[in-house]
């Protein structure tokens, strides 16, 4: 089982995550990032899941202890909308990235919807940072460009997602190839939020599952 910790940001400033560590002392680390609903049960069962696989995980708490019920779009968009992701990205999820790299370890970002839009912010401003997997998130270009991603980027869209959707994720990956950046891309004959086991709605287990095959061997392969 993991524990809350609290660890520092670039500015000083502390913040609080889940920590799950693998059993081996010297595995490579992989920072989680929460769905809009925020730091759900779901979440810290996905770092549990992490460390089982090899990897200390950690799950940044961006919304300050605030988590939303699954059933509570509204609430959820409002959390959202207030967080202010580039001092998310740039200081609470880059503060959880040099707390897994801190003995040395290469250290790769992964997130969920809102999490996924930060998984690319990240890959853009994060230096520490040495992969990425991002399921079913893109942030505006503003905030992002695909020609500004500085490391291998593994990706995962749902094909019935009317948040992320098709035409998005398309021109996302246009744009990655024209930028000559790394984009291994998968996408399922799913709904946005596939991966989430606790939201029966929209769960697929087979999607969910081979899309967490390929997100450990990437990381396995990049992080060692």
């Known amino acids: ?5 609290t660890f520092k940001r670039p500015d ?25 609903w925020g730091l759900q049960e779901q979440i ?10 090899g990897f200390d995980a950690l799950a940044p708490d961006l919304y300050k202890g605030t988590v939303v019920p699954y059933h509570n779009t509204v609430a959820a968009e409002k959390e959202m909308n207030s967080l202010d992701f580039m001092d998310a990205t740039t200081q609470t999820v880059r503060g959880a990235v040099q707390y897994l ?6 250290v790769g970002l992964t997130g969920f919807c809102l999490g996924g ?15 990425a997997v991002v399921f079913y998130g893109i942030p505006p270009e503003a905030a992002a460009k695909p020609a500004d991603v500085k490391i291998p980027l593994q990706a995962h869209f749902a094909s019935k997602d009317d948040w992320c959707t098709p035409a998005a994720v398309d021109a996302f990956e246009k744009a ?15 709904e946005h939020g596939f991966a989430n086991e606790q939201r029966l709605s929209v769960h697929d287990r087979q999607c969910a599952e081979l899309a967490w095959g390929r997100a450990t061997e990437y990381f396995a392969k990049h992080l060692g």
Not at 14 to 35: M, T
Not at 45 to 52: K, P
Not at 117 to 131: N, R
Request: charged fraction near 20%.
């Open 101 to 106: 790299a801190r003995n040395g370890a290469k």
């Open 176 to 190: 990655m190839k024209a930028a000559g950046k790394s984009l291994d891309i998968h996408r399922y004959d799913a």
């Open 44 to 53: 810290k069962g996905m770092c549990e899941r992490f460390a089982r696989a």
């Open 1 to 5: 089982m993991g524990t809350i910790i």
């Open 117 to 131: 839009a930060v998984t690319i912010i990240g890959a853009t401003k994060i230096p520490e940072l040495t992969a």
């Open 12 to 36: 000083g400033n502390e913040a609080s995550g889940y920590l799950a560590n693998a059993a081996r002392g010297n595995a490579p680390g992989v920072v989680v990032i929460q769905e809009w």
